[in-house]
């Protein structure tokens, strides 16, 4: 059974960097079956897309993030890692990770982590 | 890229039936079958139910299914029970450079 977590610190202050990892167990990030991504949710609000990151290094980002957003992967770790640059309040929510699988992504995401409050405040 | 439209709640008695929808445009739900449902239980992970419009996640019950006509996908849970109370959101892949649209939220009540 394929499993995520994240981790990384729950408050961030203003204009310095979020970071976030997520480790896979119960499958490989290597493999070019799936994409991996990270998502977060904003309290009281809806799902929003950030980026994936595919076995190659190949990424993509959502527009409304793509300047500050870095997506890597460690496949060493079987981990992939989340880096959000210059958060403001309106960067604090639950961050996940989660995999999609089938073309053309992200289509849908069938594994999901716990997520984890990020809140940017000084 | 604006949300996917969807009721703020809905709610229904054990054993009835219920539809949430979720209304997007020709670059999102109605250009593509690939519309997803995810339910969402209070401080967890999402999980996908339904995924291309209408097949159901293994495991799944088949008391959920999915549908679409044009822009709108639709989301019906027939034999309510009491755990299906919970967060819905729908999921659409789009042409537009932002790839994945989330809906904005159905609760439901039972």
């Known amino acids: 059974q394929v499993q995520l977590q994240e981790s990384g610190p729950g408050l961030v202050k203003p204009s310095e960097t979020l970071s976030l990892t997520c480790t896979v167990s119960?499958?490989?990030?290597?493999?070019?079956?799936?994409?991996w991504s990270w998502i977060r949710q904003p309290p009281g609000r809806e799902l929003e897309w950030i980026g994936y990151?595919?076995?190659?290094?190949?990424?993509n980002y959502n527009p409304s993030l793509k300047s500050r957003v870095t997506i890597s992967l460690d496949m060493s770790k079987n981990q992939f890692s989340l880096r959000l640059s210059s958060v403001t309040a309106a960067d604090t929510a639950v961050y996940y990770c989660?995999?999609?699988?089938?073309?053309?992504?992200?289509?849908?995401?069938?594994?999901w982590g716990q997520g984890t409050l990020v809140t940017v405040s000084s | 890229q604006s949300a996917l439209t969807q009721p703020a709640s809905v709610s229904g008695s054990p054993g009835q039936s219920i539809t949430i929808s979720c209304t997007g445009t020709?670059?999102?739900?109605?250009?593509?079958?690939?519309v997803s449902w995810y339910q969402q239980h209070p401080g967890k992970a999402p999980k996908l139910m339904i995924y291309?419009?209408?097949s159901r996640t293994s495991g799944v019950s088949n008391n959920f299914s999915g549908s679409k006509s044009g822009n709108t996908a639709s989301l019906t849970i027939s034999g309510l029970q009491a755990e299906d109370e919970a967060d819905y959101y729908c999921?659409?892949?789009?042409?537009?450079?932002?790839?994945?649209?989330f809906g904005t939220g159905t609760k439901v009540t039972v």
């Open positions: 989660a995999r999609s699988h089938g073309s053309p992504p992200p289509r849908l995401f069938d594994y």
């Open positions: 119960g499958g490989s990030v290597s493999t070019d079956r799936y994409w």
């Open positions: 990151i595919y076995y190659s290094g190949s990424t």
């Open positions: 020709s670059s999102d739900v109605g250009g593509y079958n690939y």
């Open positions: 291309d419009v209408s």
């Open positions: 999921s659409s892949y789009t042409s537009s450079s932002t790839l994945c649209v």
